[in-house]
């Protein structure tokens, strides 16, 4: 029973700082790219960063400088630590992982997301 779960969101002021959490649960063989997107009201989901089992990283234009993307591969976790936020940066959060659970093909999982509310 495999999940991703988000936790780090809230509400902050413009210029500070949050910083996201996704781990991922279950019976795990093995977890490839992990990535952060956002979602604004009406807006699509876009990708903010991702980053590769190696550590490779990248980042949509907008955070680069701001935003850092790092796993924990001995905790399944992907963080994201955000600072220098703007209040364009108010959205939804949600991870994603190319994931292999035990006895499993690898498949794209998604978590729940969480609010990040940036108030000027």
């Known amino acids: 029973q495999v999940q991703l779960v988000e936790s780090g969101g809230g509400l902050v002021q413009a210029g500070g700082s949050l910083r996201l959490s996704c781990a991922a649960s279950g019976s795990i063989f093995s977890i490839n790219a992990m990535r952060w997107y956002c979602q604004a009201p009406g807006k699509q989901r876009e990708l903010v960063a991702a980053?590769?089992?190696?550590?490779?990283?990248n980042y949509a234009d907008s955070v680069k400088g701001r935003f850092t993307i790092s796993r924990d591969n001995a905790k399944n976790t992907v963080y994201l630590q955000m600072n220098s936020l703007k209040p364009e940066d108010t959205a939804v959060y949600y991870c994603?992982?190319?994931?292999?659970?035990?006895?499993?093909?690898?498949?794209?999982?998604w978590g729940q997301g969480t609010q990040v509310t940036v108030s000027s």
């Open positions: 980053i590769g089992s190696g550590g490779s990283t």
């Open positions: 994603n992982a190319d994931l292999s659970p035990t006895w499993g093909p690898i498949k794209r999982y």
